[in-house]
C-alpha cells in the first residue's frame, strides 16, 4: 500500500512563498515520477507540476512557470514544490501523487496514487 502525506500549507498573503512536502511511503520512490497536482473549489483537479525518478526532468503548467520549483530527494523518500510569487488564483488543495517509471507526465490519467491534500490560500 502506498501512503502519501503532504503538509507545508497555510495561509499566506499575495506575493509570499511556501514549500509543500510530500513523503512517500509502501513502495521504492526513486523508480517512479511525481506530480502535483491541485483542486480550487468548483474546479477540476489541475496539473501543477512533474518530476521524473531522477530529477533530472520536469514539467510545469504554465501558469506557474518561473514562480514554482518541484524538487525531489530520494534518499528522503519526498518530493517538494517550492512555490514563490504566490498569487490568489494559487489557493486550492495541493496534492501530490505517484507517476509512472518513466517521464514527468501532465496528464492526471498517468498517476496511481493520490494523498489527502494540504490547503493553501493565497489572500490578496
Known amino acids: 500500500q502506498v501512503q502519501l502525506v503532504e503538509s507545508g500549507g497555510g495561509l499566506v498573503q499575495a506575493g509570499d512563498s511556501l514549500r509543500l512536502s510530500c513523503r512517500a511511503s509502501?513502495?521504492?520512490?526513486?523508480?517512479?515520477?511525481m506530480g502535483w497536482f491541485r483542486q480550487a473549489p468548483g474546479k477540476e483537479h489541475e496539473f501543477v507540476a512533474a518530476?521524473?525518478?531522477?530529477?533530472?526532468?520536469?514539467a510545469y503548467t504554465d501558469s506557474v512557470k518561473g514562480r514554482f520549483t518541484i524538487s525531489r530527494d530520494n534518499a528522503k523518500n519526498t518530493v517538494y514544490l517550492q512555490m514563490n510569487s504566490l498569487k490568489t488564483p494559487d489557493t486550492a488543495v495541493y496534492y501530490c501523487s505517484t507517476g509512472p517509471r518513466w517521464g514527468a507526465p501532465t496528464q492526471k490519467y498517468e498517476y496511481a496514487y493520490w494523498g489527502q491534500g494540504t490547503q493553501v490560500t493565497v489572500s490578496s
Open positions: 518530476i521524473n525518478w531522477s530529477g533530472r526532468s520536469t
Open positions: 509502501g513502495r521504492t520512490f526513486s523508480n517512479y515520477a
